[in-house]
């Protein structure tokens, strides 16, 4: 049984990444393998799960999320296996502080050695990553957002930036043991087949079979429509 908790959606749901969610039930459907979604909402005890996905937020509900994550558990069930997909604001509580309004920094939940410091402007556009060879490497989705993430040397992005902003101007997001993190909406893993599979085998400990479809269709032809300028 894949156990998916869809967090705070009404605080990290600005961005429709709440789809990220049905994307993985469904394409575990498809394949015939049992799970669940848990939508947890704020007023709910964490509960176990085994990928907990974190969407993009404004700057007040994500202050109040980093905290409710704090005291609910979320380290402690990623020290125990568990894995977290994250969106933008729920990428940028992960780290071990960042900055909203303002410069003033507030503590992250220290699951990933990055920072998020207070951009000059706001980054809003389309936003493409290289993930891996090829068009099926590129990751497409639309970013907006004003923190500039630095990652701490030797902490893996999800990709290098070969259109728009993503963390700095020159990676994406990160990719650990534990965390899979990306500015990218989209909601991104409906974008992606590619990616969310990637996700889907991290979670599962184990290779899938491919699921050839319309979504690698469309996927193409998204690469196609936001072909890389670098
Ligand atoms: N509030 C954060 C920022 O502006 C995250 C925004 C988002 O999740 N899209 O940097």
Redesign the pocket.
């Known amino acids: 049984m894949v156990r998916i908790a869809l967090v705070f959606p009404e605080l ?1 749901g ?2 429709g990444d709440g789809g990220n969610a049905r994307v993985l039930a469904r394409r575990l459907e498809w394949r015939e393998i049992a799970h669940e979604v848990r939508e947890v909402s704020m007023d709910d005890v964490l509960p176990g799960a085994d990928v907990y996905l974190l ?5 007040g509900p ?1 202050r109040l999320a980093v905290e409710l994550l704090r005291e609910g558990g979320l380290v402690e069930r990623v020290r125990d296996g568990a894995k977290v997909f994250a ?6 509580i992960l780290g071990e502080r ?1 900055a ?1 309004e303002g410069d003033d920094e507030f503590p992250g939940l220290g699951l990933i050695d990055a920072v ?1 410091r ?2 000059p402007e ?1 980054r809003v556009g389309d936003i493409v990553i290289r993930t891996g060879a090829g068009d099926e490497g590129l990751v497409v989705g639309f ?5 500039v993430t630095t990652l701490a040397p030797g902490i893996a992005s999800l990709g290098t930036v070969a259109r728009g902003y993503g963390n700095d101007g020159r990676v994406d997001g990160v990719r650990t043991r534990e965390v899979w993190g990306t ?1 990218a ?1 989209g909601p991104v893993l409906a974008m992606n087949p590619g990616l969310a599979d990637a996700l889907l085998e991290d979670v599962l400990g184990r290779p899938l079979e491919p699921l050839p479809g319309v979504a690698d269709e469309l996927h193409l032809a998204r690469v196609r429509a936001t072909r890389p300028t670098a």
């Open positions: 990290l600005t961005y969407g993009g937020g404004e700057d994500q969106v933008c604001a729920g990428l940028q960042f909203v998020t207070r951009g706001r970013e907006n957002h004003g923190g500015y909406h």
